[in-house]
């Protein structure tokens, strides 16, 4: 039976389609480099005009009149090229987080580019899968392997990518992330699983477009009864519900118990050693007993930096 086209015109969605037009003739004045580096401090309005006039006697882009009147830098300039296509990154001198964020304090460093790959294969091998996973956990079998680190770098590295990303402290011994990040830890995932906080205890870090942490909050006497709770399920799936990728760092597997029962409630787990440091006895243990206990180990990281 042929199917019949609706008779009416809606409106609405052609007012919207008009809007959508007008809009890609005539570019957001605030998404211009010079607008975006007087923002971000970069530039004042009595420079910002003194560019223009040389900018329309020379014929020449904004950021090169700029470079040229040694009122910028070329780092200045990729920023606001960054920032253009809403690729967040930070410069040498922001205080946002710790240098130990290459991703984003040196996007374009070699280190950047091994976790930007690693990022391409955890999509293809797990967060694009099906059925759809968006839970991760991070473990290493000691300490000092670089796991927060990478757990950190691999965050940043999500949000740049436009997914909404929450990266999870479950270290509650020793959490690091909010050191990482420069945010507070008064509340984090101790007192949301010791029921004394909710969700609005997860902190949006504004310097990038769509990355949220959870620290770990005060130290609890008893860590490893209160992932035991089913507080904790229901916060993995409130975060599955509302991320499309979440980043949960773990406590070193050789002192405590916690990590495996955080990779068996995330439902897939990725391994750091770091070269010459990590015992492979200590990493063969980690990984029987996560195969023993079904978690899929989604693959190994050698961490070097």
Same mark, same amino acid.
């Given at each position: 039976m042929q199917s019949k086209l609706p008779t009416t015109v809606d409106n609405t969605s052609q007012n919207s389609d008009q809007n959508a037009i007008q809009q890609m003739k005539q570019p957001?004045?605030?998404h211009s480099i010079g607008s975006i580096l007087v923002k971000s401090g970069k530039l004042d309005a009595e420079k910002t005009e003194?560019?223009?006039?040389?900018?329309?006697?020379?014929?020449?882009?904004?950021?090169?009149?700029?470079?040229?009147?040694?009122?910028?830098? *070329?780092?200045?300039?990729?920023?606001?090229?960054?920032?253009?296509?809403?690729?967040?990154?930070?410069?040498?001198?922001?205080?946002?987080g710790s240098d130990e964020l290459i991703a984003a304090?040196?996007?374009?460093?070699?280190?950047?580019?091994?976790?930007?790959?690693?990022r391409s294969q955890l999509s293809l091998r797990w967060f694009t899968t099906w059925p759809l996973r968006k839970t991760?956990?991070?473990?290493?079998?000691?300490?000092? *392997?670089?796991?927060?680190?990478?757990a950190a770098n691999l965050a940043v590295m999500f949000s740049q990518l436009g997914k909404r990303t929450l990266l999870i402290d479950a270290d509650m011994r020793h959490?690091?992330?909010?050191?990482?990040?420069?945010?507070?830890?008064?509340?984090?995932?101790?007192?949301i699983l010791s029921n004394r906080s909710d969700a609005t205890s997860?902190?949006?870090?504004?310097?990038?477009?769509?990355?949220?942490?959870?620290t770990s909050?005060?130290?609890p006497p008893n860590p490893q009864e209160l992932l035991g709770r089913k507080l904790f399920v229901s916060l993995l799936a409130y975060a599955s519900n509302e991320f499309d990728v979440v980043l949960v760092d773990t406590p070193p597997a050789t002192q405590y118990a916690d990590a495996t029962t955080?990779?068996?409630?995330?439902?897939?787990?990725?391994?750091?050693?770091?070269?010459?440091?990590?015992?492979?006895?200590?990493?063969?243990?980690?990984?029987?007993?996560?195969?023993?206990?079904?978690?899929?180990?989604v693959g190994a990281v050698l961490n070097h930096f």
């Open positions: 957001n004045a605030e003194i560019i223009l006039k040389r900018q329309a006697v020379k014929h020449v882009p904004f950021g090169e009149a700029a470079i040229q009147l040694g009122f910028l830098k *070329e780092d200045d300039i990729r920023f606001a090229l960054a920032r253009q296509y809403h690729y967040y990154y930070l410069l040498p001198g922001d205080v946002v304090y040196q996007p374009f460093s070699s280190q950047a580019e091994s976790l930007r790959t690693l991760l956990s991070i473990v290493s079998s000691g300490s000092g *392997e670089g796991k927060s680190y990478l959490g690091r992330q909010h050191d990482l990040f420069k945010l507070p830890n008064q509340i984090g995932l101790s007192t997860i902190q949006r870090v504004p310097a990038f477009m769509d990355l949220s942490v959870l909050g005060p130290t955080i990779a068996v409630l995330s439902g897939g787990a990725l391994l750091v050693t770091r070269q010459d440091s990590t015992r492979l006895d200590d990493t063969r243990r980690l990984t029987d007993r996560l195969n023993e206990l079904g978690v899929p180990m």
